[in-house]
Nanobody
Framework: QVQLVESGGGLVQAGGSLRLSCAAS????????MGWYRQAPGKQRELVAA???????DYADSVKGRFTISRDDAKNTVYLQMNSLKPEDTAVYYC?????????????WGQGTQVTVSS
């Protein structure tokens, strides 16, 4: 099992930057993948960015070139650097971890952190 705690959200003007952090309660070295999802009001939760245990990354088309996901295994933390923020990036951002169990993958989620981008 793993607990995830997000931080770093807030209010920023369009064009600004924020860095989100996701601290895990255990080593992330062997976690299959970790990622950031977001959910705006009235919309479904969507993948923003993900990073595997081998540091391969994946991004939503809408954030490519603006967001960067990274990990620090020594600190059990995953980061999401968000630059050139747009009002449409406004959402609750959730940290996700996928852990391999005996017969299936298990998803763990943080409580979410609000990001609001004003125009």
């Amino acid at each position: 099992q793993v607990q995830l705690v997000e931080s770093g959200g807030g209010l920023v003007q369009a064009g600004g930057s924020l860095r989100l952090s996701c601290a895990a309660s255990r080593s992330i070295f062997s976690i299959k993948s970790m990622g950031w999802y977001r959910q705006a009001p009235g919309k479904q939760r969507e993948l923003v960015a993900a990073i595997t245990s081998g540091s391969s990354t994946d991004y939503a088309d809408s954030v490519k070139g603006r967001f960067t996901i990274s990990r620090d295994d020594a600190k059990n933390t995953v980061y999401l650097q968000m630059n050139s923020l747009k009002p449409e990036d406004t959402a609750v951002y959730y940290c996700n971890a996928v852990v391999v169990a005996i017969s299936r993958d298990i998803d763990y989620w943080g409580q979410g952190t609000q990001v609001t981008v004003s125009s």
